[in-house]
């Protein structure tokens, strides 16, 4: 089994910033892609960002060049720096991360519970 636990979100006005966290705890073997998604009140789950093992990016058009994902490989861990937000990037924001494990034996895609961005206009 894999626990994620989100941490960072919060209340800030437009234009401002935030930054969440992520750390993976468990039977962790490896992780491949870890990311971000989002899921505002009447609205599907969507990507907001996405980062492989190796490091390469993947970014919701609607948040590039505003947000930034990283991850230390070594601590099981992944961020998400959100700067110029916007009124419309209120949401609950999930961490997850594709996991395979000891116990039990396989690959799996993980979710944490999320952590809520609210962004005043």
């Known amino acids: 089994q894999v626990q994620l636990v989100e941490s960072g979100g919060g209340l800030v006005q437009a234009g401002g910033s935030l930054r969440l966290s992520c750390a993976a705890s468990?039977?962790?073997?490896?992780?491949?892609?870890m990311g971000w998604h989002r899921q505002a009140p009447g609205k599907q789950r969507e990507l907001v960002a996405t980062?492989?093992?190796?490091?390469?990016?993947n970014y919701a058009d609607s948040v590039k060049d505003r947000f930034t994902i990283s991850r230390d490989n070594a601590k099981n861990t992944v961020s998400l720096q959100m700067n110029s937000l916007k009124f419309e990037d209120t949401a609950v924001y999930y961490c997850?991360?594709?996991?395979?494990?000891?116990?039990?034996?396989?690959?799996?895609?993980?979710w944490g519970r999320g952590t809520q961005v609210t962004v005043s206009s």
């Open positions: 980062i492989t093992s190796g490091g390469r990016t």
């Open positions: 468990g039977s962790i073997l490896s992780i491949y892609v």
């Open positions: 997850n991360a594709d996991t395979t494990t000891f116990q039990p034996i396989g690959r799996s895609n993980y």
